[in-house]
C-alpha cells in the first residue's frame, strides 16, 4: 500500500529526444505526486509536482501525466539536454504537514550529445 | 524555491566519535522537518519524523539512540551520529516542509558522513 514502482531503472536518450519515466502507486489516499531531481552529490531538488484533480501540468520542458484510475503518473522531459543527466525520483504523499514522502527508487538519465 | 541548508557538507571523523549535522530552514518556518539516508545509486531512507518542540518519531529499524535528532526551533533540526561506526558511512540528508497551498518539501545539499 506504501510503494511507489519507478521505471525504468536506467534510460540512455540522444540529445533532442523525450525521455519518459513512469510511477505506479498504490495507495489511493495519496493526493500530491512530485518529481525530484538531483544530481551526484547534491540534494534532489523539486522539479515539478501534481494533484489528482488535474490529468496533466507543463513547466517549461517538464510534463506530468497522471491517471488517476490506473494509479499512475509519468514525466516527460521535451528537448532533452546532456545537461538533463540526472537521477529523477517521483514521490508520492497524503499532501498535509508532517506527512513523509514515499519514494521510487529513481531513474538514471543520460542524455548523449 | 524554498531553501535549506546543511552543515557541515563533508565530514570525516574517527570511530567511536559523534558528529552533528544541523539543517536550516532560510527563508521559511518548518514544524516538521524530514532526516533521510542515502546509500550510493539508491533512494532516499527515510530515518526519522522532526517536529518543532517534541520528539522526533523514527522509522522501524533506525537506531533512535544512535541517531539522535532535536529539532528546538522552526528553522533549526540537528542529527547527531553518536558512536559513529565506518557503516554510518552515507549520504544524509535533509528535509522541511513549505506551509502554503501543496504542502511543498524542499531539501538540504546533504551531508557526505565518512567514519574511518
Known amino acids: 500500500q506504501q510503494q511507489v514502482k519507478q521505471s525504468p531503472q536506467s534510460l540512455i536518450v540522444q540529445k533532442g529526444g523525450i525521455p519518459i519515466i513512469n510511477c505506479a502507486y498504490e495507495n489511493t489516499a495519496f493526493d500530491y505526486f512530485p518529481w525530484y531531481q538531483q544530481f551526484p552529490g547534491k540534494g534532489p531538488a523539486l522539479l515539478i509536482a501534481i494533484r489528482p484533480d488535474v490529468s496533466e501540468k507543463k513547466e517549461g520542458r517538464f510534463t506530468i501525466s497522471f491517471n488517476k484510475s490506473a494509479k499512475q503518473f509519468s514525466l516527460h522531459i521535451m528537448d532533452s539536454q546532456p545537461g538533463d543527466s540526472a537521477t529523477y525520483f517521483c514521490a508520492a504523499t497524503k499532501n498535509q504537514a508532517g506527512t513523509a514522502l514515499i519514494f521510487g527508487k529513481g531513474t538514471t538519465l543520460s542524455v548523449s550529445s | 524555491g524554498a531553501v535549506v541548508s546543511q552543515h557541515p557538507s563533508r565530514v570525516i571523523c574517527k570511530s567511536g566519535t559523534s558528529v552533528k549535522i544541523e539543517c536550516r530552514s532560510l527563508?521559511?518556518?518548518?514544524?516538521?522537518m524530514f532526516w533521510y539516508r542515502q546509500f550510493p545509486k539508491q533512494s532516499l531512507m527515510l530515518m526519522a519524523t522532526s517536529n518543532e518542540g517534541s520528539k522526533a518519531t523514527y522509522e522501524q529499524g533506525v537506531e533512535k539512540d544512535k541517531f539522535l535528532i532535536n529539532h528546538a526551533s522552526l528553522t533549526l533540526s540537528t542529527l547527531t551520529v553518536t558512536s559513529a561506526h565506518p557503516e554510518d558511512s552515507s549520504f544524509y540528508i535533509c528535509s522541511a516542509w513549505l506551509a502554503g497551498g501543496n504542502y511543498e518539501q524542499y531539501f538540504g545539499p546533504g551531508t557526505r558522513l565518512t567514519v574511518t
Open positions: 527563508d521559511f518556518q518548518a514544524t516538521t
